[in-house]
């Protein structure tokens, strides 16, 4: 909370909400605590650095108010941390970031960096169009800006010499080389938790932070306060349409896939209760494990569900998590996290139709029964938060309707449906560059729910009838009778009716023709 001044670094997370949300932003869209800059916060103060972060998207800071708290912390650096929970998140929160930056250099002289996975898969691109930037960071960064913070004046001679980032030298755009990631082995040590001391609040922790409305239980009461963590990075997996992994970057392409870094790293189970502990110790109950694979290694999650168990005698708990589909097959592993507090899981299903499963390299679930794993989740009493994806590679409007069934046929509590994005970072982003493949020309028109949304093309479906799909198909799930009839079954009529209250605001649509008037 803005304690200190003369500080090393500000870690400034910017406001891109109303673009990225449209009329969503104002009341139904989370709130997310700056997961990646509270774990960069604590980095690199536990080395020595005085570190704060100025979260402008919680306090909702205008650029003059911004301003201001910048010149009374004076800090050698601003670092603009540009993440979020959603995997389009780090290029649609570009936005703000930009739009802070310039307002920045037109009126104070200060270094300002960013790190993010936009930066990371485009770190060229961005230094080329974005002149208020003087350098980005290339991977997840972590020491890199230990090294960066030892400077004492950010000429082009001092950031040569610095591994694991990018930079501007006159007219020229350098790419130093790699630095490594955190190594498993030195993941409590190198990473120490969470800087949640650093968040604003208005009367206690975390409650400037809200959670989705499913997570809530579609209760506004119950959406705040609100943390998230994770108990792992990166991902095993290499599927087409993610960029997850770019986080682990380790080459100086000038494109960076995300599909070639393929890794997970874990915080030790003993070192992720703690942290727990502190968010419970400061009242929080509703937390979401931000990780993309929660349940994929037993060697970690198992012990961790056990001591979360142990916590979690009153069932206060309202956890959430990502998993894979065919990793929670198992009903005693089921029991023992719904025990855990986890109530709600993630399940990438994509799509209804095997063969697009396929074409993007997300597994075969050749072995694996959709409808019975569904089943046996809601057996162990967990809610599923069900993700499709409409205009995936191969993707007709027959596939689309198979995928749209089967969501109501599963009739889980929490759905999401996507349009297939170019995301940067993402192998499809960088096959759609080689293609000539129209792309958004905003970072807003990376966001699933913006005005400028663009998602890919298929053979058969236009970007247009791709969004056109996935917006009808929202409406569609709920206002479904059985959807609606089990929301009230299972959290009461008043969680139907926020619903249906929520569904009555249209997302307006460039592509569509919509009037962007009330935006």
């Known amino acids: 909370m803005f304690k200190e001044k003369n500080l090393d670094c500000l870690f400034l997370v910017a406001n891109s909400a109303s673009k990225t949300y449209q009329s969503l932003s104002k009341t139904y869209s989370a709130i997310e605590p700056p997961t990646w800059a509270l774990l960069l916060a604590q980095s690199t103060r536990s080395v020595g650095f005085k570190i704060n972060i100025l979260d402008a998207n919680a306090e909702n800071l205008s650029d003059k108010e911004i301003l201001n708290r910048i010149k009374g912390n004076n800090p050698k650096l601003i670092c603009l941390v540009v993440y979020g929970q959603n995997v389009n998140a780090g290029t649609t929160n570009m936005s703000g970031a930009i739009s802070i930056s310039e307002y920045i250099k037109a009126n104070i002289n200060i270094p300002i960096s960013i790190i993010g996975s936009h930066v990371q898969a485009l770190p060229i691109d961005t230094l080329k169009e974005e002149k208020s930037i003087d350098f980005v960071f290339t991977n997840e960064g972590v020491y890199a800006l230990r090294n960066i913070l030892k400077i004492n004046e950010y000429s082009p001679a001092n950031l040569s010499r610095v591994k694991g980032i990018a930079y501007r030298d006159g007219d020229k755009i350098i790419m130093n080389e ?59 997996f290499g599927c087409n349409f993610c960029m997850i992994n770019i986080i682990n970057r380790n080459d100086k392409e000038e494109i960076g896939v995300a599909s070639n870094y393929s890794k997970m790293r874990f915080w030790s189970p003993e070192f992720i209760i703690k942290e727990f502990d502190k968010l419970i110790n400061m009242g929080v109950r509703t937390i979401r494990i931000v990780d993309e694979m929660f349940l994929l290694n037993p060697k970690y999650y198992i012990p961790l569900c056990e001591k979360l168990a142990e916590r979690n005698k009153d069932d206060s708990l309202r956890i959430w998590s990502y998993s894979r589909i065919d990793t929670v097959k198992r009903p005693e592993i089921l029991s023992l996290v719904r025990k855990a507090g986890i109530k709600w899981l993630a399940l990438g299903i994509e799509s209804g139709d095997k063969s697009v499963r396929l074409e993007v390299d997300k597994g075969k679930f050749e072995d694996v029964d959709v409808r019975k794993v569904i089943q046996k989740v809601h057996d162990a009493d967990i809610n599923v938060m069900a993700n499709y994806i409409y205009g995936l590679p191969g993707d007709t409007r027959d596939t689309i309707q198979k995928t749209l069934d089967l969501s109501l046929e599963l009739c889980t509590a929490g759905w999401n449906t996507y349009g297939a994005m170019a995301l940067p970072g993402s192998f499809l982003y960088k096959k759609a560059k080689d293609e000539g493949v129209e792309l958004p020309s905003s970072y807003e028109g990376y966001s699933f729910h913006s005005y400028d949304t663009l998602p890919l093309p298929t053979e058969e479906l236009s970007a247009k009838e791709v969004i056109t799909l996935r917006d009808e198909a929202f409406d569609k799930y709920h206002n479904y009778k059985p959807f609606l009839d089990l929301i009230t079954k299972k959290f009461g009529s008043k969680a139907a009716e926020n619903i249906v209250e929520m569904t009555k605001i249209k997302l307006k649509r460039k592509i569509k023709g919509d009037s962007n008037s009330s935006v």
């Open 178 to 236: 790699v630095e490594s990631i955190v190594p498993n082995e030195k993941m409590d040590i190198d990473l120490p938790g969470y800087a949640w001391d650093l968040l604003p609040y208005k009367k206690k922790p975390l409650d400037l932070y809200r959670a989705p409305m499913w997570h809530a239980e579609y209760d506004f009461e119950k959406r705040t306060p609100y943390a998230s963590l994770q108990t792992s990075l990166g991902c095993q």
